[in-house]
């Protein structure tokens, strides 16, 4: 087989502004000092020309990051104030409002992503649960 990229560009960076999005799928990995992370794969819903693209976001779990993994995973409905197992399966298929972002990193520009709101749901996102809207 012969491939021929002439002509093909990498996709750039998604314009900076506030996108639908759900997350397609979790990466359980670690941060360069061995702490636990996840990789995120957020696939855009929001009508137009960037639905279906993706963009990455990586949540470290290290002593650093914890008091912000900790809201965030309070927002999903997960019970912080406990010692749990739960992992990535439990928010994959996750639906939320996401801002995107621009940046240089290393010489090259690309999307940096924040979580804005989630689906609202009755329980934590582990149990069937129905959507109630939006927060």
């Known amino acids: ?27 359980e990995t670690a941060t360069k000092q061995g702490d636990p ?4 794969q957020w696939r855009i819903t929001t009508e137009g ?7 990455l976001s990586c949540w470290p779990f290290s002593e650093k990051a914890a008091p912000l993994m900790r809201i965030v995973l309070q927002q999903l409905g997960f019970d912080v104030d406990n010692k ?3 992992g990535p399966s439990e928010l994959e298929r996750l639906k939320a ?3 995107v972002t621009t940046q240089v ?3 090259v520009e690309r999307n940096s992503v924040s979580l804005m709101s989630i689906k609202k749901k009755k ?8 959507t109630v809207g939006w927060r």
């Open 1 to 27: 087989m012969i491939l021929d990229f002439d002509g093909i560009h990498p996709l750039g960076p998604i314009p900076p502004r506030k996108y639908l999005a759900k997350i397609d799928h979790i990466q």
């Open 37 to 40: 992370m996840w990789e995120i």
């Open 49 to 55: 020309e960037f639905r279906g693209r993706f963009i």
């Open 84 to 86: 749990n197992s739960w």
């Open 97 to 99: 409002i996401i801002r």
């Open 105 to 107: 990193f290393q010489g």
């Open 123 to 130: 329980k934590c996102p582990a149990g069937n649960t129905d």
